[in-house]
T-cell receptor
Framework: ELKVEQNPLFLSMQEGKNYTIYCNYS?????LYWYRQDPGKSLESLFV?????AVKQEGRLMASLDTKARLSTLHITAAVHDLSATYFC?????????FGAGTRLTVKP | DGGITQSPKYLFRKEGQNVTLSCEQN?????MYWYRQDPGQGLRLIYY???????QKGDIAEGYSVSREKKESFPLTVTSAQKNPTAFYLC???????????FGPGTRLTVT
Protein backbone atom coordinates (compact mmCIF):
# COMPACT_ATOMS: atom_id res chain seq x y z
CA GLU A 1 0.00 0.00 0.00
CA LEU A 2 1.27 3.45 -0.90
CA LYS A 3 2.19 5.57 2.11
CA VAL A 4 2.90 9.29 1.95
CA GLU A 5 4.65 11.09 4.81
CA GLN A 6 5.05 14.81 5.16
CA ASN A 7 7.25 16.61 7.61
CA PRO A 8 7.09 18.71 9.49
CA LEU A 9 3.37 18.63 10.26
CA PHE A 10 3.51 22.05 11.88
CA LEU A 11 5.86 24.84 10.91
CA SER A 12 6.09 28.29 12.41
CA MET A 13 8.37 30.64 10.52
CA GLN A 14 9.40 34.24 10.73
CA GLU A 15 8.87 36.47 7.75
CA GLY A 16 11.92 36.61 5.53
CA LYS A 17 13.22 33.17 6.46
CA ASN A 18 13.63 30.13 4.24
CA TYR A 19 12.39 26.64 4.94
CA THR A 20 11.67 23.30 3.26
CA ILE A 21 8.75 20.90 3.60
CA TYR A 22 9.46 17.26 2.80
CA CYS A 23 7.23 14.63 1.24
CA ASN A 24 8.40 11.01 1.28
CA TYR A 25 6.49 8.17 -0.31
CA SER A 26 6.82 4.42 -0.17
CA UNK A 27 6.31 3.20 -3.75
CA UNK A 28 7.88 4.21 -7.04
CA UNK A 29 5.88 6.96 -8.71
CA UNK A 30 6.55 9.75 -11.16
CA UNK A 31 3.46 11.79 -10.33
CA LEU A 32 3.61 14.18 -7.42
CA TYR A 33 1.25 17.04 -6.67
CA TRP A 34 1.32 19.91 -4.21
CA TYR A 35 -1.83 21.64 -2.97
CA ARG A 36 -2.54 24.58 -0.74
CA GLN A 37 -5.50 24.90 1.62
CA ASP A 38 -6.48 28.13 3.36
CA PRO A 39 -8.50 27.84 6.59
CA GLY A 40 -12.11 26.90 5.88
CA LYS A 41 -11.47 26.64 2.14
CA SER A 42 -10.98 23.90 -0.42
CA LEU A 43 -7.69 22.68 -1.89
CA GLU A 44 -5.99 24.63 -4.64
CA SER A 45 -3.45 23.04 -6.97
CA LEU A 46 0.06 24.51 -6.72
CA PHE A 47 2.43 22.23 -8.63
CA VAL A 48 2.32 19.14 -10.81
CA UNK A 49 5.62 17.21 -11.00
CA UNK A 50 5.65 14.43 -13.57
CA UNK A 51 9.26 13.28 -13.95
CA UNK A 52 12.45 12.69 -12.03
CA UNK A 53 14.29 15.93 -11.52
CA ALA A 54 11.26 18.08 -12.23
CA VAL A 55 11.41 21.51 -10.67
CA LYS A 56 8.63 24.08 -10.69
CA GLN A 57 8.62 27.57 -9.22
CA GLU A 58 5.87 30.05 -8.50
CA GLY A 59 6.76 33.19 -6.60
CA ARG A 60 8.39 32.27 -3.30
CA LEU A 61 7.59 28.56 -3.63
CA MET A 62 9.67 25.98 -5.45
CA ALA A 63 8.85 22.28 -5.71
CA SER A 64 11.13 19.47 -6.83
CA LEU A 65 10.86 15.73 -7.34
CA ASP A 66 13.46 12.99 -6.91
CA THR A 67 11.77 9.74 -7.93
CA LYS A 68 14.81 7.61 -7.07
CA ALA A 69 14.79 8.86 -3.49
CA ARG A 70 10.97 8.88 -3.48
CA LEU A 71 11.12 12.43 -2.19
CA SER A 72 9.60 15.76 -3.10
CA THR A 73 10.42 19.06 -1.46
CA LEU A 74 8.55 22.34 -1.26
CA HIS A 75 10.98 25.16 -0.59
CA ILE A 76 9.82 28.49 0.75
CA THR A 77 12.03 31.49 0.12
CA ALA A 78 11.79 34.68 2.18
CA ALA A 79 8.43 33.76 3.67
CA VAL A 80 5.63 36.29 3.87
CA HIS A 81 2.44 36.20 5.91
CA ASP A 82 0.32 35.41 2.83
CA LEU A 83 1.96 32.00 2.61
CA SER A 84 0.33 30.91 5.88
CA ALA A 85 -1.79 27.88 4.94
CA THR A 86 -1.77 24.09 5.03
CA TYR A 87 0.23 22.42 2.27
CA PHE A 88 -0.50 18.89 1.10
CA CYS A 89 1.52 16.65 -1.16
CA UNK A 90 -0.17 13.83 -3.07
CA UNK A 91 1.33 10.91 -4.96
CA UNK A 92 -0.23 9.17 -7.96
CA UNK A 93 0.32 5.43 -8.19
CA UNK A 94 -1.40 2.90 -10.46
CA UNK A 95 -4.96 4.13 -10.56
CA UNK A 96 -4.85 5.73 -7.15
CA UNK A 97 -3.69 8.87 -5.41
CA UNK A 98 -2.70 9.27 -1.78
CA PHE A 99 -2.39 12.48 0.19
CA GLY A 100 0.07 13.33 2.92
CA ALA A 101 -1.23 14.53 6.27
CA GLY A 102 -0.48 18.17 5.45
CA THR A 103 1.94 20.75 6.81
CA ARG A 104 0.35 23.66 8.62
CA LEU A 105 2.54 26.68 7.97
CA THR A 106 2.29 29.86 10.02
CA VAL A 107 4.41 32.83 9.01
CA LYS A 108 4.87 35.38 11.77
CA PRO A 109 6.01 38.99 11.40
CA ASP B 1 -16.19 28.06 -17.32
CA GLY B 2 -15.10 24.52 -16.53
CA GLY B 3 -15.15 23.50 -12.93
CA ILE B 4 -16.52 21.43 -10.12
CA THR B 5 -19.40 22.58 -7.95
CA GLN B 6 -20.74 21.38 -4.63
CA SER B 7 -23.98 22.28 -2.97
CA PRO B 8 -25.02 23.37 -0.51
CA LYS B 9 -22.09 25.22 1.05
CA TYR B 10 -23.47 24.73 4.56
CA LEU B 11 -25.89 22.02 5.67
CA PHE B 12 -27.52 21.48 9.03
CA ARG B 13 -29.36 18.30 9.94
CA LYS B 14 -30.78 16.54 12.94
CA GLU B 15 -29.36 13.23 14.08
CA GLY B 16 -31.03 10.25 12.47
CA GLN B 17 -31.71 11.96 9.14
CA ASN B 18 -30.07 10.98 5.88
CA VAL B 19 -28.64 13.84 3.86
CA THR B 20 -27.36 14.03 0.28
CA LEU B 21 -24.49 16.24 -0.83
CA SER B 22 -24.30 17.26 -4.46
CA CYS B 23 -21.17 17.24 -6.63
CA GLU B 24 -21.18 18.19 -10.32
CA GLN B 25 -18.31 18.68 -12.77
CA ASN B 26 -18.20 19.92 -16.34
CA UNK B 27 -14.53 19.09 -16.92
CA UNK B 28 -15.39 15.85 -18.73
CA UNK B 29 -13.36 13.96 -16.14
CA UNK B 30 -13.78 10.23 -15.79
CA UNK B 31 -12.82 9.91 -12.12
CA MET B 32 -14.57 11.49 -9.15
CA TYR B 33 -13.86 11.34 -5.42
CA TRP B 34 -15.35 12.17 -2.04
CA TYR B 35 -13.18 13.13 0.94
CA ARG B 36 -13.95 13.94 4.52
CA GLN B 37 -11.89 16.45 6.47
CA ASP B 38 -12.18 16.97 10.22
CA PRO B 39 -10.86 20.16 11.87
CA GLY B 40 -7.08 20.36 11.74
CA GLN B 41 -6.83 17.01 9.98
CA GLY B 42 -5.94 15.73 6.54
CA LEU B 43 -8.17 14.23 3.86
CA ARG B 44 -9.75 10.82 4.21
CA LEU B 45 -11.14 9.08 1.14
CA ILE B 46 -14.79 7.99 1.41
CA TYR B 47 -15.65 6.72 -2.08
CA TYR B 48 -14.31 7.07 -5.57
CA UNK B 49 -15.53 6.30 -9.07
CA UNK B 50 -13.37 5.74 -12.15
CA UNK B 51 -16.25 5.40 -14.63
CA UNK B 52 -20.00 5.77 -14.81
CA UNK B 53 -22.02 3.11 -12.98
CA UNK B 54 -18.99 1.94 -11.03
CA UNK B 55 -17.56 3.05 -7.69
CA GLN B 56 -15.30 1.72 -4.95
CA LYS B 57 -15.10 2.17 -1.22
CA GLY B 58 -12.31 4.28 0.17
CA ASP B 59 -10.84 4.17 3.66
CA ILE B 60 -13.94 5.31 5.57
CA ALA B 61 -16.99 4.23 3.53
CA GLU B 62 -19.10 2.98 6.45
CA GLY B 63 -22.23 5.07 6.90
CA TYR B 64 -21.98 6.64 3.43
CA SER B 65 -23.37 5.75 0.02
CA VAL B 66 -22.84 7.10 -3.51
CA SER B 67 -24.12 6.72 -7.03
CA ARG B 68 -22.59 7.49 -10.43
CA GLU B 69 -25.40 7.44 -12.96
CA LYS B 70 -23.96 10.28 -15.04
CA LYS B 71 -20.37 11.19 -15.83
CA GLU B 72 -20.76 14.69 -14.47
CA SER B 73 -22.49 13.86 -11.19
CA PHE B 74 -21.37 11.97 -8.06
CA PRO B 75 -23.74 12.60 -5.12
CA LEU B 76 -22.85 11.44 -1.61
CA THR B 77 -25.47 10.37 0.93
CA VAL B 78 -24.56 10.54 4.58
CA THR B 79 -26.80 8.02 6.28
CA SER B 80 -28.00 7.84 9.87
CA ALA B 81 -25.54 4.95 10.33
CA GLN B 82 -22.60 7.37 10.18
CA LYS B 83 -21.80 7.87 13.84
CA ASN B 84 -20.07 11.24 13.65
CA PRO B 85 -21.04 12.94 10.38
CA THR B 86 -20.18 16.55 11.26
CA ALA B 87 -17.26 17.45 9.00
CA PHE B 88 -16.13 19.30 5.89
CA TYR B 89 -16.80 17.24 2.74
CA LEU B 90 -14.77 17.75 -0.40
CA CYS B 91 -15.50 16.41 -3.86
CA UNK B 92 -12.80 16.16 -6.50
CA UNK B 93 -12.42 14.97 -10.07
CA UNK B 94 -9.54 13.95 -12.31
CA UNK B 95 -9.05 12.86 -15.89
CA UNK B 96 -7.63 9.52 -14.72
CA UNK B 97 -7.10 7.71 -11.47
CA UNK B 98 -3.63 9.03 -10.70
CA UNK B 99 -4.03 12.38 -12.40
CA UNK B 100 -4.22 15.82 -10.87
CA UNK B 101 -7.37 16.22 -8.82
CA UNK B 102 -9.49 19.33 -9.04
CA PHE B 103 -11.48 20.15 -5.93
CA GLY B 104 -14.90 21.65 -5.41
CA PRO B 105 -15.47 24.36 -2.79
CA GLY B 106 -16.70 21.88 -0.18
CA THR B 107 -19.81 21.36 1.93
CA ARG B 108 -19.69 21.89 5.66
CA LEU B 109 -22.14 19.49 7.31
CA THR B 110 -23.27 19.95 10.90
CA VAL B 111 -25.42 17.30 12.54
CA THR B 112 -26.93 17.99 15.96
Amino acid sequence: ELKVEQNPLFLSMQEGKNYTIYCNYSTTSDRLYWYRQDPGKSLESLFVLLSNGAVKQEGRLMASLDTKARLSTLHITAAVHDLSATYFCAVGYNNDMRFGAGTRLTVKP
Amino acid sequence: DGGITQSPKYLFRKEGQNVTLSCEQNLNHDAMYWYRQDPGQGLRLIYYSQIVNDFQKGDIAEGYSVSREKKESFPLTVTSAQKNPTAFYLCASSQEGRGEQYFGPGTRLTVT
